[in-house]
């Protein structure tokens, strides 16, 4: 079934233009407008925190390891979609957008491991809204440049939901390539483990009005993101002077 509302559409390409934007921004606006709570009880809540975790590196996980197993264009060129071939290899032989699967469950993943009801319950709806547009946009181009191709892609493959049929199989017949995926996941891998260094802070704080003085986390969480940051830029650094090819 194709994603064609042409209101679907539009807000796809608006959401296209500026998509490497909205985890930060939703993030930082988690922390000024929502607030933790106990969920139950203390043990219930940190069942909950730890599926979070779980599920966020998880969504991590399945970026990675698609970026790593076949190399894919529909990044964008000009804020626009773009893709001089169709990927339809590795981790995308099982389910058409493992890259938007694993953004969701990042974003289910931080809402449970935030601990904030009010926030899982607003800020989920709102990602599944804006990656389905995304892919009604990608859908629209696709069909109109590789027709034939990509309707057969769309008849063996589900849009979200993954097959693991011969997933051995299927990686067995690809090298992963380390570089490739530290390089081009860089971005999302930053934001992503910064959210899931800093939000026990802001748990402590307003579940337990624990300062940063006070807090005896604050000291990982400052060497987490002390590592993250250079980190980030060096890989950020590599990519822009091209000095790995991560094409192939």
Request: hydrophobic share 50%; glycine share 10%.
């Amino acid at each position: 079934m194709r994603l064609s509302n042409p209101f679907m559409v539009g807000a796809g390409n608006f959401f296209f233009r500026y998509r490497a934007y909205m985890f930060p921004v939703i993030f930082i606006v988690m922390l000024f407008v929502f607030r933790p709570q106990v969920i139950v009880n203390e043990t219930v809540t940190s069942w909950v925190t730890t599926l979070g975790l779980a599920v966020t590196l998880l969504g991590e996980g399945l970026r990675f390891f698609t970026i790593g197993f076949d190399y894919i264009e529909r990044g964008g060129k000009d804020g626009k979609v773009h893709a001089s071939r169709l990927v339809t290899g590795g981790i995308y032989n099982h389910v058409r957008n493992p890259m938007y699967l694993g953004n969701i469950l990042i974003a289910i993943g931080i809402g449970l491991y935030g601990g904030a009801p009010l926030a899982f319950v607003t800020v989920l709806p709102f990602f599944v809204f804006f990656y389905y547009a995304i892919m009604a946009t990608e859908e629209k181009f696709l069909y109109g440049k590789f027709g034939e191709e990509y309707e057969a892609f769309c008849r063996r493959t589900r849009r979200l939901c993954p097959s693991f049929a011969n997933l051995g199989q299927t990686l067995s017949g690809f090298s992963f390539h380390w570089w490739r995926a530290a390089i081009k996941d860089s971005g999302t891998a930053f934001w992503t483990f910064v959210a899931l260094a800093l939000i026990p802070l802001w748990r402590e704080y307003f579940l337990h009005g624990t300062t940063l003085a006070e807090s005896a986390y604050a000291p990982y969480a400052a060497g987490i993101v002390a590592v993250l940051l250079p980190t980030y830029i060096w890989l950020r650094i590599l990519k822009k002077k091209g000095t790995i090819d991560i094409s192939s």
